[in-house]
């Protein structure tokens, strides 16, 4: 099962572009890499999911270098909103299911 | 909003009592997953539920059980209760998928507090 590292906390001051890293060195062939938001108190909210290159939506942008060894995480102008725990995950899709393994995430605070 | 939805939202118990929590999947999901969130920890995978049968377990004990029904709802039961069962209990639905791309939608939480 893929393990992830992020950092654990984050500053960044409104309007600014965020970037959060992650490393998922043991990353399996046919795993994903998928971004949660947490707000205090709240279930996980979806971001954003790729499998390589770039991927981009309407709130973020992901992006994956050929290795697939790590992610980023981009959150294009931030506001005091979007203060949260982003959470980094690599699915392991072991005997037919989908073991979801969370680690501490990344707590970010946007400062105004 | 996700269209998954749990309840009760809180609940108090004792040391020793039974719960259960209950889970409603986004329409159109047949996979049900759930998470014990301890204050200040990423979500811990319980289990996952795929057509009424567990699909998959974390490192849990037996006293965590469930069920899924075939409308796709979910329970999750904790008999014996301790205090260290005190967190946020988390369901997510998702669509199973061949590819692997499964994305898992969370419902909003049950805060359990065990005195």
């Known amino acids: 099962l893929a393990k992830t590292t992020q950092p654990i906390s984050m500053d960044s001051y409104e309007g600014q572009e965020v970037n959060i890293t992650c490393s998922h060195n043991?990353?399996?062939?046919?795993?994903?890499i998928t971004w949660y938001q947490q707000f205090p108190s709240q279930g996980p909210r979806f971001i954003i999911q790729?499998?390589?290159t770039k991927v981009t939506n309407e709130v973020a942008s992901l992006f994956i270098p050929a290795d697939r060894k790590s992610s980023t995480l981009s959150l294009p102008r931030v506001s005091l909103s979007d203060t949260a725990v982003y959470y980094c995950?690599?699915?392991?899709?072991?005997?037919?299911?989908?073991?979801?393994?969370f680690g501490t995430g990344t707590k970010l605070q946007v400062i105004p | 909003e996700t269209g998954v939805t749990q309840s009760p939202t809180h609940l108090i118990k004792t040391r020793g009592q039974q719960v259960t929590l209950r889970c409603s999947s986004q329409?159109?999901?047949?996979?049900v997953s759930w998470y014990q969130q301890a204050l200040g920890q990423g979500p811990q995978f319980i289990f996952q539920?795929?057509?009424?049968?567990?699909?998959g377990r974390g490192n849990f004990p037996p006293r965590f059980s469930g069920l899924q029904f075939p409308n796709y709802s979910s329970e999750l039961n904790v008999n014996a209760l301790e205090l260290d069962d005190s967190a946020l209990y988390l369901c997510?639905?998702?669509?199973?998928?061949?590819?692997?791309?499964?994305?898992?939608?969370f419902g909003p939480g049950t805060r359990l507090l065990v005195l």
């Open positions: 539920y795929y057509r009424e049968e567990e699909n």
């Open positions: 997510a639905s998702s669509l199973a998928a061949a590819d692997n791309q499964e994305t898992q939608y």
């Open positions: 790729g499998y390589k």
């Open positions: 995950l690599v699915g392991a899709n072991s005997g037919g299911y989908q073991k979801v393994t």
């Open positions: 329409s159109g999901h047949n996979t």
């Open positions: 043991n990353i399996a062939t046919n795993d994903y």
